[in-house]
Structures are given as structure tokens and as C-alpha cells.
């Protein structure tokens, strides 16, 4: 008899509106949202979340385009409202506009390029402001980047369903990429199976008991194991079933992040086609000549087919 069956986890119940997989690879809900939202703290939890490269090449895009459509009006109103141009090696208009555009947006003021008359200052004055505002906005969301804590887990590739001492278990593995202390590490692994109820079909959600969900210090790699027995709801699975079984595992792991002094989450899943079979995970770290242990995390999905 299957046993650990839980109530909807807030992922909901019906096949007809949902398709694909619940937590996508990277730990997000696979969710679209429309309708009401508000696009400026979109925007900042985009820019929170997003990864470095992209965020500056989106700073570095918006500071150029920015100065771009100035270095447009100041071209368009006529560069001879522009004093000290006479400075540059350049006679052209535009590129004179550019630079200027440049100079008054950063508040550099070199002394040399100045605004002349009462329109071309009244604009100077107005890209002084903006670039003040949006370089406190760059710099808010630097350190906001900076020291917001985030777990930084490395999840095994797929899933591993093996025969140990005459008994069959799941078995997938994490490891903590950052360099950071990671204590009181807790995990959950709740199924979420396609089945047919009275009403017709429906995800039902179990709890998969492991071996260990709680570890106290998390300085290597951890084995997360779940016994595969009469009361689990993998009982019965195999690889020539695995399409009919249908289902994803949802996992949740939580640890307390000794730099931050702060609670750390991080989401993942497998599906029925990311389990591989008859197969046990190589070792992921050794002892070296000085007595340091080291831990590779590149060997985190590695494993190797078992006779």
C-alpha cells in the first residue's frame, strides 16, 4: 500500500491546465504570468536575478543608448550651441554631440565641451539629473546582487535507480559550488505522479522517505537516497514502464549560509526520463599527498553502469 500521500503542495491538481514540467532546470516555476504586474519591480527582480554577464551588458547597453538619444537632440538643436568644440580633433557634429552627451551624463565636466544658451542648458541640466538617478539605481542593484545570500547548488544530471544489498533505491547527488560554510542542510523530495481519479486524471503528490534529509555540516558532496519498497510510490518502477509512470520529482533544499547568517533555498526536479538505470555514481573527491581532501565538482553526474 503507497503511504505518504500529501495534499497539493501549491503546484495544483489538474492535468488540463498544466503541461511540461512543474520546476524547470534552473530551479524556477515553469509559470507565465499576464495580466496585472508591475513592470518596475518586474524589471528590478529581473535585473536581481539575472546572471553577471547579462546584467552588464544590460548597464553598459542602457548607458549608451541613453546617451545616444541625447547626443540626438543636442545634434538636432545644433552643435554651435555647444561651447569648446574647438578642443576636439573631430568637426564631426554628431560625434561633438556624443561626447558631450557623455560628459554631462557622467558629471565628468572636463572644462573644455559647455553648454551654451538657455535650451541647451536647460537639457544638460535635465542628463545630469537622469545620470545621477540611474547611476544610484546601478549602484542599488550592484549591492543588492552583492549581498543578497543565494544557494548555489549543483544537482547530479539525472537521477540513478540502482540494486543495493538486494534492495532497489533513487539515488541523485548535490554539491555547494560556492566556497562558503553551508550548516543544517535539510532537503524534501516530493513526487508529483499523473494518475486517474474519479473525476479523470489528476497529479497526486507523495512524500519520499530518505535515507537522510538533514545533514549538519554540507562541506562535500551529499547522496540523497530514497529505499524503493512495497509503501513507495516508485514501487513497481523500471525502465521498460517509465513513460507509464509518468511523474516529477520536485526538490526542495534549505541550509543555513554561515557568511550571510541567513537561510539559503534552492529548487530542482527530475522527471521519469531523467532517471538512469543499473547505474552507481563514481567518487567525487580523494585525499591528495599534503591531506587535503579534494572535492571535484565536475564529477557530480558521473557515474558508471554496474554489473
Given at each position: 500500500?503507497?503511504?505518504?500521500?500529501?495534499?497539493?503542495?501549491?503546484?495544483?491538481?489538474?492535468?488540463?491546465?498544466?503541461?511540461?514540467?512543474?520546476?524547470?532546470?534552473?530551479?524556477?516555476?515553469?509559470?507565465?504570468?499576464?495580466?496585472?504586474?508591475?513592470?518596475?519591480?518586474?524589471?528590478?527582480?529581473?535585473?536581481?536575478?539575472?546572471?553577471?554577464?547579462?546584467?552588464?551588458?544590460?548597464?553598459?547597453?542602457?548607458?549608451v543608448f541613453t546617451n545616444l538619444i541625447f547626443a540626438i537632440i543636442y545634434y538636432k538643436i545644433g552643435v554651435e550651441n555647444i561651447g569648446g568644440i574647438d578642443t576636439l580633433s573631430t568637426n564631426n557634429p554628431f560625434f561633438i554631440a556624443y561626447f558631450f552627451s557623455f560628459q554631462t551624463f557622467t558629471t565628468?565636466?572636463?572644462?573644455?565641451?559647455?553648454?551654451?544658451?538657455?535650451?541647451?542648458?536647460?537639457?544638460?541640466?535635465?542628463?545630469?539629473?537622469?545620470?545621477?538617478?540611474?547611476?544610484?539605481?546601478?549602484?542599488?542593484?550592484?549591492?543588492?546582487?552583492?549581498?543578497?545570500?543565494?544557494?548555489?547548488?549543483?544537482?547530479?544530471?539525472?537521477?540513478?535507480?540502482?540494486?543495493?544489498?538486494?534492495?532497489?533505491?533513487?539515488?541523485?547527488?548535490?554539491?555547494?559550488?560556492?566556497?562558503?560554510?553551508?550548516?543544517?542542510?535539510?532537503?524534501?523530495?516530493?513526487?508529483?505522479?499523473?494518475?486517474?481519479?474519479?473525476?479523470?486524471?489528476?497529479?497526486?503528490?507523495?512524500?519520499?522517505?530518505?535515507?537522510?534529509?538533514?545533514?549538519?555540516?554540507?562541506?562535500?558532496?551529499?547522496?540523497?537516497?530514497?529505499?524503493?519498497?512495497?509503501?513507495?510510490?516508485?514501487?513497481?518502477?523500471?525502465?521498460?514502464?517509465?513513460?507509464?509512470?509518468?511523474?516529477?520529482?520536485?526538490?526542495?533544499?534549505?541550509?543555513?549560509?554561515?557568511?550571510?547568517?541567513?537561510?539559503?533555498?534552492?529548487?530542482?526536479?527530475?522527471?521519469?526520463?531523467?532517471?538512469?538505470?543499473?547505474?552507481?555514481?563514481?567518487?567525487?573527491?580523494?585525499?591528495?599527498?599534503?591531506?587535503?581532501?579534494?572535492?571535484?565538482?565536475?564529477?557530480?553526474?558521473?557515474?558508471?553502469?554496474?554489473?
Amino acid at each position: 500500500m503507497i503511504k505518504n500521500q500529501r495534499r497539493d503542495p501549491g503546484t495544483g491538481d489538474k492535468v488540463q491546465y498544466r503541461a511540461g514540467r512543474t520546476i524547470n532546470k534552473d530551479g524556477s516555476f515553469n509559470v507565465k504570468r499576464k495580466g496585472r504586474t508591475y513592470i518596475l519591480v518586474s524589471t528590478f527582480e529581473w535585473l536581481i536575478n539575472i546572471r553577471w554577464s547579462l546584467f552588464f551588458l544590460v548597464l553598459i547597453l542602457g548607458y549608451v543608448f541613453t546617451n545616444l538619444i541625447f547626443a540626438i537632440i543636442y545634434y538636432k538643436i545644433g552643435v554651435e550651441n555647444i561651447g569648446g568644440i574647438d578642443t576636439l580633433s573631430t568637426n564631426n557634429p554628431f560625434f561633438i554631440a556624443y561626447f558631450f552627451s557623455f560628459q554631462t551624463f557622467t558629471t565628468v565636466g572636463y572644462g573644455a565641451l559647455h553648454p551654451l544658451g538657455l535650451t541647451t542648458n536647460i537639457i544638460a541640466s535635465f542628463e545630469a539629473f537622469l545620470g545621477f538617478m540611474m547611476f544610484a539605481i546601478a549602484t542599488g542593484l550592484l549591492y543588492s546582487r552583492f549581498s543578497r545570500p543565494k544557494a548555489k547548488i549543483l544537482f547530479s544530471d539525472h537521477a540513478l535507480l540502482v540494486d543495493k544489498k538486494d534492495k532497489k533505491m533513487l539515488q541523485f547527488r548535490i554539491g555547494n559550488i560556492k566556497s562558503n560554510t553551508l550548516m543544517e542542510a535539510e532537503i524534501e523530495v516530493i513526487m508529483q505522479k499523473k494518475e486517474i481519479g474519479p473525476g479523470g486524471p489528476v497529479y497526486n503528490f507523495y512524500n519520499l522517505k530518505l535515507e537522510r534529509n538533514y545533514i549538519l555540516f554540507f562541506p562535500l558532496n551529499w547522496t540523497i537516497v530514497h529505499e524503493i519498497d512495497e509503501k513507495s510510490p516508485l514501487y513497481g518502477f523500471n525502465e521498460s514502464n517509465k513513460e507509464d509512470f509518468n511523474f516529477e520529482l520536485m526538490i526542495h533544499f534549505k541550509a543555513f549560509d554561515d557568511t550571510f547568517s541567513e537561510h539559503v533555498h534552492q529548487r530542482y526536479s527530475y522527471t521519469s526520463n531523467e532517471i538512469a538505470f543499473g547505474c552507481k555514481f563514481v567518487p567525487a573527491y580523494h585525499s591528495d599527498r599534503h591531506g587535503h581532501t579534494v572535492f571535484d565538482l565536475n564529477k557530480i553526474s558521473e557515474y558508471e553502469k554496474v554489473d
